[in-house]
């Protein structure tokens, strides 16, 4: 049989549209031309609408880890006292970042498959005494895990204590709701790969004003990453230094196509894939990492293996018989979970096959399947019928 | 008449190889699969190659001033004194870099059009009293005016002293002769989009024992651009963060080509391209900033307008009448000078319609034109017949 590209139903990098991918191959482009400052003067109002945001959305020519050290080396000083809210392996990066730079990091972490919660950061910021936290870092989608963090309620109360919220929302923004200028979110970073349905490569932070005032006490804020440096190329449609061209132009395709499906549609597109895999590995007896659904990631679902069947048979059946990528956990959870992303350019289709070919690779690896994933699946796609009018 | 893609003679971004544009629309691939690391196992052995060097060649997902950061933040703490040395706009971002980091920065400026020369260093480093220089930065091929800098001489200079030679290569490797390792050169930084011929959005690093030294006693190197995070990533031949994806399976491609080709035969093209356009626009009775071919970038020539002719003229007709895109000259070389890169993927034929439609394009503006420009480059190619067996 001949050997189709695979589909990628993991956390991102996220399956690429066409278009983007023809924008991908254009020929070179001079970034200080007259038609890059074009797309440049679509794609930063686009960023904004996606962000939700009335300040410019800053891009970086970099991966996310890029942005949140811009976040932090913007907006603090060494030694200022920050707390890290971990809830898996991609929050628990803020503190790492955040001691690079010299900060003074306390973290809060919660189990594996569990969010971080307003009751737990109030109670944690009441009790805490000495100098107060400059800024709390939290993230919104947890793809480590499968968590959504109720971020709306952690950083009302990040606000009434004073701090500085900065969040990550990689895998969140332009899957899930996270209108961030509505939700107060001092720093957000998101990146390409994920719901923005391009290559890695970019990577985008919005901002708020206290913020802003936050970076003008900061001593050495850097040069790449430089808030001001950046604000102010981007006032006149350019970019400091050389950006990754072709990462733009493909942007400007998918941020498009976003604007052509609508926002709240690229939303319930999400949640229905969401539903529609939780339903369907439910339906084939599997356990789910985080069970309650308000703290289930709209990007990417952990799925815990049937006893006595190992997380790499099952990745192996589903890359090497029907060229299906899911993702195994990572550190301790690896060979505990499978992550199976529903992440950007991610259509019913693509959940019906995975969930199909899922089912079969469990079948032929002895599990005895308890229902049918595709007729599960089937279900929530009938109840909201967004992606297409059945 | 049918609008042809713009040839783009300019010091970077360059044309793109077909192969690369088909590597760019390829569909994503996952950062952590074995696919991925494949293709890692290819290009990490092949940029030492280009570098010349015995050690990894740290990789970025960042433009070249992405590396220019990391070269300063992983090797020198705030309050350092260091010394830059400048002969244009991009040598002089390294001590607009350094001071946005806390270094304390002495600046050693020539006139537009000159190099920086090993007797001025020496002398300079002999008169500097108190504390010595920890760095020296400086660059190699200096594309705002089109001087390339005699580096080899002034490493060896910098290593007497016993500083650190921190070197911008962006514009110089993989198109002149530059081995690190055998210079000297303790950092040097480039950038995809030059002499790589790939798009931008990815560069750099390579670094000596003495920077690695250096590196141990930094106290706050930062995350993303952290030199032991990159080294032990790619020790098993993966990046710490998700890289930018594209443009590692473009380089790939292009890494193959410099290979096929041979970096001697790479350099050889260049200094024929060159030379090629210097005596071009020498036979329009044009000047050149830089006189002297010793000191003549192997990336751009800078070229002054006849008088009576402006730059925006000529550059307008080149865009308008033939697709050519030439750059202006930066800050105060703007309207100065106009320059014409040759670097990346550019062959003889590319210098042929250039040098034409120069000829024509100031023949139209009214310049009487002294000789011929594609007779003088033919000339050149006719002596080092390297391109093609003539």
Redesign the interface.
């Known amino acids: 049989m001949f050997t189709p ?2 589909l ?1 139903m ?1 956390p ?5 549209p066409e278009g983007v ?2 924008a ?10 007259p038609e890059f400052k074009a797309i440049m003067k679509r794609v930063l109002p686009a960023l904004q609408w996606a962000f939700q945001t009335q300040h410019e959305v800053l891009l970086y ?6 942005a ?2 811009a976040a932090l ?1 913007n907006t603090l000083n ?1 030694g200022d006292k920050v707390l890290g809210l971990t809830c898996g392996v991609f929050s628990a990066r803020w503190s ?2 955040a001691r ?3 900060l003074t990091v306390v973290e809060a972490a919660v189990p594996a498959g569990q969010p971080n919660l307003p009751e737990q950061l109030k109670a944690r910021l009441d009790q805490e005494t000495g100098e107060p936290f400059k800024a709390v870092m939290l993230i919104h989608s947890e793809t480590s895990t499968g968590v959504l963090n109720p971020v709306e309620d952690l950083v009302n109360i990040i606000q009434d204590y004073g701090a500085l919220s900065i969040v990550d929302t990689v895998t969140s923004l332009a899957s899930s709701p996270c209108p961030v200028d509505a939700w107060g979110i001092d720093v957000a970073v998101s ?1 390409s ?1 994920k719901g923005f349905m391009i ?3 970019l990577s985008f932070l919005s901002y708020s004003e206290k913020a802003w005032q936050a970076h003008q006490q900061v ?6 990453f ?1 808030f001001a440096k950046t604000r102010k190329a981007q006032a006149d449609f350019t970019t ?8 733009i132009m493909a942007l400007d395709v998918a941020l498009a196509q976003m604007q052509a499906e609508g926002l709240d549609a690229v939303h319930a597109r999400h949640v229905q894939n969401r539903n529609a895999v939780r339903a369907g590995v439910s339906a084939l007896g599997l356990e789910l990492l985080v069970p309650d659904d308000r703290y289930a990631s709209l990007a990417a679902t952990s799925v815990k293996p049937p006893a006595g069947i190992s997380v790499a048979d099952i990745r192996a059946g589903l890359k090497k018989a029907f060229g299906i ?1 899911v ?1 195994d956990g990572q550190k301790d959870l690896k060979g505990q979970i499978f992550r199976i992303g529903h992440l950007g350019y991610v259509h019913p289709r693509d959940v019906f096959t995975t969930m199909a070919a899922l089912e079969q690779v469990l079948g032929h690896l002895g599990h005895t399947v308890k229902g049918h994933a595709v007729e599960a699946a089937q279900q929530v796609y009938q109840t909201v019928p967004v992606a297409c009018a059945l």
Chains 1, 2 share one sequence.
């Open positions: 590209a695979d990628l993991i991102g990098p996220t399956p690429l991918r023809q991908m191959g254009l020929p070179a482009i001079g970034h200080r031309s020519t970099a991966s996310g880890t890029g949140m050290e080396v060494p790492e970042v690079s730079l010299g990146g790969q290559p890695p490569g001593r050495h804020p850097g040069f790449y430089n400091p230094y050389t950006p990754a061209t072709h990462l990528v993702a």
